[in-house]
C-alpha cells in the first residue's frame, strides 16, 4: 500500500510520516521533494518543481520501483494542492495497479502560518531561508480540503496529536486492505 500524506505547508506530514515510520519499521519513506531539488541541479530551477512534468513522472516511476523492490508499505509525505498534479500523480499510481490511502491533513489557516513561521532555516541552505517560507505562506489554501476526492480520509491535524492522526491512518489502511482482501 501506499499512504500519501497529503496537505499544506506546516500540516504535518513530516511529524506523522516519522510516526507512522516508528509503528512500521519495515515501510519507507519516501520524499519527492528529493526529486525536485534533483531535478533543479539539471534544468533550470523554476518558482515550484512540482510544475516541471519530469519531476510529477519521476514522483511515479520512483514510487512504482521503490514499492515493487523495496516496500510493502510506502509512506509519501507530499504536498499535492494543485487539483490536476494530485490526479494526475495518485492516478498513475492507481492505474498501475497500486493501493493507495490518500490522506490529506487539514488545519486552520492560522495555526499553519504559526507552524511555518516557527520553522528555523537549515543550516548552510541558503533555500531553507526567508524567502522559502514566504513562498510556502503564499500557497496556503484554505479551501484545499473541500477539493480533495472521494475516499480521502480527511483528518485535523490541529486538533489530534502525532499518535491520534497515526492510529486513524493505520486504521482506515487496515479497513481498506480488508476490504480489498
Known amino acids: 500500500m501506499i499512504i500519501w500524506l497529503n496537505g499544506g505547508f506546516g500540516a ?49 516511476a520512483t514510487a512504482l520501483s521503490l514499492r515493487r523492490h523495496h516496500a510493502e508499505t510506502l509512506i509519501v509525505p507530499m504536498s499535492l494542492l494543485r487539483d490536476a498534479y494530485r490526479a494526475e500523480i495518485l492516478g498513475g499510481l492507481a492505474d498501475a495497479g497500486e493501493e493507495i490511502l490518500h490522506v490529506f491533513l487539514e488545519a486552520d489557516a492560522d495555526v499553519l502560518k504559526k507552524r511555518i513561521t516557527a520553522r528555523a532555516p537549515i543550516p548552510g541552505n541558503p533555500q531553507s531561508g526567508s524567502s522559502a517560507l514566504e513562498w510556502a505562506l503564499s500557497r496556503l489554501d484554505p479551501a484545499a480540503a473541500a477539493r480533495q476526492p472521494a475516499g480521502t480520509l480527511v483528518l485535523r491535524s490541529d486538533r489530534l496529536t502525532p499518535a491520534e492522526l497515526a492510529d486513524a491512518v493505520l486504521a482506515a489502511s487496515h479497513q481498506r486492505i480488508n476490504s480489498d482482501g
Open 12 to 60: 504535518g506530514k513530516t511529524t506523522l510520516a516519522q510516526e507512522l515510520h516508528r509503528r512500521l519499521p519495515t515501510a519507507v519513506v519516501y520524499d519527492p521533494e528529493d526529486l525536485g531539488i534533483t531535478l533543479w541541479k539539471w534544468v533550470p530551477p523554476n518558482d515550484d518543481f512540482q510544475d516541471l512534468p519530469s519531476w510529477r513522472e519521476l514522483v511515479v
